[in-house]
């Protein structure tokens, strides 16, 4: 899809991370687990990410040392969800360039 991941690199949540995120998505229950044994204080925000989906599975499977199709199918469940829920939070997050300062 044209979008190039070439500088991208994963990095550790740190707890100043956690405090100015409004939410969090972990697209595992694994994942999840781990956050919240670190970062108690976010249980509140943390979500998993597939509950955006109008259907389909809740855990996004990580395709790390699987083969193309399953990198495939991770990235079609990804796409699906944020192309589906992105008029749920049309909907329902303000616009922040729209609030006073």
Known sequence: L?????EHRSSLLS???IAAADMI?????FIR???LQ???QAQAKTFRFG???PRGKVTVDDPFGGDLS???DAYAQIKATLD???KLFDLTVPDRTALPL
């Open 2 to 6: 044209n979008v190039s991941l070439g």
């Open 15 to 17: 707890g100043d991370d």
């Open 25 to 29: 998505f972990c697209f595992d229950e």
């Open 33 to 35: 687990s781990e956050l």
């Open 38 to 40: 670190r970062h108690p």
């Open 51 to 53: 509950m955006l989906s």
């Open 70 to 72: 399953t990198f495939q």
């Open 84 to 86: 589906g829920s992105s």
